[in-house]
């Protein structure tokens, strides 16, 4: 698991982005069970992913940030990248950030396709 911590803040809300090969559901929720290990992490608002799976297909979940695990999705289809898990997460700053919270969560996927290695490990 390849984790990027506090990677920006907006109106006090803060993101971290993380992410593993993965290749099916069961892997995906078992990557974010070990992310979720960590205490930080654990109380999180927020842990929002999406996986182009080539067993399973497209997987996502909000997490309760609506519409956020479609928006990594379609990010990874569009880079063609299948069997990568993809998780942004969130710790709520106290301000609801409407539409903005979607480029935040762009500008995290952007920011781990960008800085990630290319010969991540699986679980």
Sequence with gaps: ??????????????????GCVCTSKAEALAALKQLRRGKKFAKATHNSWALLSSADGPIKHD???????????????????????????????GV????????????????YLENRSQNLNKL
Excluded: N, P
């Design 63 to 93: 997490d309760g940030e609506s519409g956020a695990g479609m928006v990594i999705l379609r990010m990874l289809e569009r880079e063609a990248l299948t069997d990568q898990l993809v998780i942004v997460t969130r710790w709520f700053g």
């Design 1 to 18: 698991m390849e984790i990027f911590d506090h990677i920006l803040t907006d109106r006090g809300s803060k993101y971290a982005v993380s």
């Design 96 to 111: 609801h950030l409407g539409g903005d919270r979607f480029r935040r969560i762009q500008d995290c996927v952007r920011y």
